[in-house]
C-alpha cells in the first residue's frame, strides 16, 4: 500500500507542478498584454504632444516671420526719412564748422 500511496503522491505533486506552471505563465502572459497596452496608449499620447508641437512650432515661425517683417519695415531708409520729418528734423542747407582756439579742448592731465 505504501507503493501505490507513493505513487498517487507523486501524481499529485505532478499535477500540482503543471498547474503552478500554468498560472505562472499565465500571469507573465496578462503582464505582458497590460504593458503591451500601456505603451500603446504611451505613443498614442506622445503622438498627440508632437503634433501640438509641430503646430505651436509653425505658428510661432509665422510669428517671427510678420516681426522680421516689421522690423525690416521700420528700419527702412525712406520710413526713417518720413518719421525724422514729422519730428521735425530737417536735411541742412549748408553746413556749418565751429573754429576756435585749440585751448577750448579739454587737455589730458
Avoid: C, H, W
Avoid at 43 to 57: D, H, I, P, T, Y
Avoid at 71 to 97: A, H, N, Q
Amino acid at each position: 500500500m505504501t507503493r501505490r500511496n507513493s505513487v498517487r503522491q507523486n501524481k499529485f505533486k505532478k499535477v500540482e507542478k503543471r498547474s503552478i506552471t500554468k498560472y505562472i505563465l499565465m500571469a507573465v502572459a496578462g503582464i505582458l498584454a497590460l504593458s503591451s497596452v500601456i505603451m500603446t496608449v504611451e505613443n498614442a499620447s506622445s503622438g498627440v504632444e508632437v503634433a501640438s508641437l509641430r503646430e505651436k512650432q509653425s505658428q510661432l515661425s509665422l510669428e517671427k516671420r510678420n516681426l522680421e517683417n516689421t522690423l525690416v519695415k521700420s528700419l527702412s531708409m525712406s520710413d526713417l526719412e518720413t518719421k525724422s520729418t514729422e519730428l521735425g528734423y530737417i536735411v541742412p542747407t549748408s553746413t556749418v564748422y565751429v573754429s576756435g582756439p585749440k585751448e577750448a579742448v579739454a587737455k589730458l592731465p
